[in-house]
């Protein structure tokens, strides 16, 4: 499966490789989901006094289930959603 990079930027290989399938269960029976698409993201605060976040995010789908995100963060609070 073909993805874009971004030029000029170091790539990290996501956790979870971009056109892999596996089952997850989101507030149901398990299913299988396969990997479609990742970004690195980061929200940099407007004080000082907080730090910067990092995460990742990934783009999942199901044929019967459409699509859905998956959150990896240390941030309490966050996760999959469809």
């Given at each position: 499966m073909a993805h874009y990079r971004q030029q000029g930027?170091?790539?990290r290989e996501?956790?979870?490789p971009?056109?892999?399938s596996g089952n997850?269960?989101?507030?149901g029976a398990?299913?299988?989901?396969?990997v479609?698409?990742?970004?690195?993201r980061c929200d940099i605060p407007t004080d000082a006094e907080e730090d910067i976040s990092?995460?990742?995010e990934y783009f999942l789908?199901?044929?019967?289930?459409?699509?859905?995100f998956l959150v990896n963060t240390t941030r309490a609070g966050a996760g999959s959603s469809r």
């Open positions: 930027r170091p790539q996501p956790a979870i971009v056109g892999s997850l269960s989101l507030g398990s299913a299988v989901w396969q479609v698409g990742f970004q690195e990092f995460w990742r789908f199901n044929r019967e289930l459409g699509f859905a």
